[in-house]
């Protein structure tokens, strides 16, 4: 099903889009400028978050658990995998698929929201315990461990209470490696 269909010019030439909904939260985008064509599936939902009764937001091996009374007012909030998750850093080394931004970024809970991420065990580096997994908010200055992040490894998940949105991964420290 096409949903909306865009098309531009850029100093390159004539830029082409076109957007379908493939399933629940997917998108299939393809796009072609120059000569060529470029395919891209992007994933992201949206779901009203009420004062009255909270709610839950999942995508993919992502959930935003958000209680009652954690909004000030009734609140879209937008999960989406990271397309461009963040690179590896001598203090921490990602998870692959475990990347998550959730938006709007400027909201802030009243009350903790608990963000729990999936990972396989494949993913993990060789040696490597799932019980050192921690959960890191990614900022522009640099990835932050989020205090309080809980392994779950027969779930093959790691959660955490966040008290505002941004862009989540789950890795694990240098020190664990």
Do not use: D
């Amino acid at each position: 099903m096409k949903r909306s269909h865009n098309l531009s010019r850029s100093r390159f030439g004539y830029i082409a889009a076109s957007l379908a909904l493939i399933g629940p939260g997917s998108y299939f985008v393809v796009g072609c400028g120059g000569n060529q064509t470029v395919n891209l599936i992007l994933q992201i939902i949206t779901v009203l978050i009420t004062r009255s009764a909270g709610g839950i937001v999942t995508l993919q091996n992502a959930t935003l658990n958000v209680p009652a009374g954690a909004v000030i007012s009734n609140t879209e909030v937008s999960l989406q995998v990271t397309s461009t998750p963040p690179a590896s850093t001598s203090s921490y080394t990602v998870v692959p698929g475990t990347a998550f931004t959730i938006t709007p970024a400027s909201l802030t809970f009243s009350a903790p929201a608990t963000l729990t991420i999936g990972y396989k065990s494949a993913n993990l580096p060789a040696g490597a315990s799932a019980s050192n997994l921690v959960l890191y908010r990614i900022t522009p200055a640099g990835a932050v461990a989020v205090p309080g992040s809980v392994v779950n490894t027969a779930n093959y998940t790691v959660s955490a209470p966040v008290s505002a949105l941004g862009s989540f991964v789950v890795a694990l420290t240098s020190s664990a490696i």
